[in-house]
Nanobody, 125 residues
C-alpha cells in the first residue's frame, strides 16, 4: 500500500510562487511515475504535470507550461511542483498521484493508482 501526503499549499498573490511537495510511503516510488492534478470548485479534475519514473521526462498542461516545474527526488521519495507566476485561475485543490504501471497516458487520471488527500492553493488578484 502506498500513501501520498501533499504539503505546501496556501494563499498567495497573483505573480507569486509556491512549491508543493508530495511524500510517498512504500518501496514503489523509485519505479513509479508521478503526476500532479488540480480541481477547482465545480470543475473536473485536470492534469497539471507529470514526471517519468527516472525523473528525466516531464509533461505539462499548456496552461502551466513555462510557469510550473515538476521534479522527482528518489532519495527522498518526494515529488515537487514549483509554481511561479501564479494566476487566480490556478486556484484549486492540488493532488499528487502515483502510477505503478508506467502507463502511457500520463495526462489521464485513470492512469494513476494512488492519490494524496490534496492541498489547497488560492491565488488572489
Amino acid at each position: 500500500q502506498v500513501q501520498l501526503v501533499e504539503s505546501g499549499g496556501g494563499l498567495v498573490q497573483a505573480g507569486g510562487s509556491l512549491r508543493l511537495s508530495c511524500v510517498a510511503s512504500g518501496r514503489t516510488f523509485r519505479v513509479a511515475a508521478l503526476g500532479w492534478f488540480r480541481q477547482a470548485p465545480g470543475k473536473e479534475r485536470e492534469f497539471v504535470a507529470a514526471v517519468s519514473a527516472s525523473g528525466f521526462s516531464t509533461y505539462y498542461a499548456d496552461s502551466v507550461e513555462g510557469r510550473f516545474t515538476i521534479s522527482k527526488d528518489n532519495a527522498r521519495n518526494t515529488v515537487y511542483l514549483q509554481m511561479n507566476s501564479l494566476k487566480p485561475e490556478d486556484t484549486a485543490v492540488y493532488y499528487c498521484a502515483l502510477d505503478t504501471a508506467l502507463r502511457i497516458a500520463v495526462r489521464s487520471p485513470t492512469s494513476y493508482d494512488y492519490w494524496g488527500q490534496g492541498t489547497q492553493v488560492t491565488v488572489s488578484s
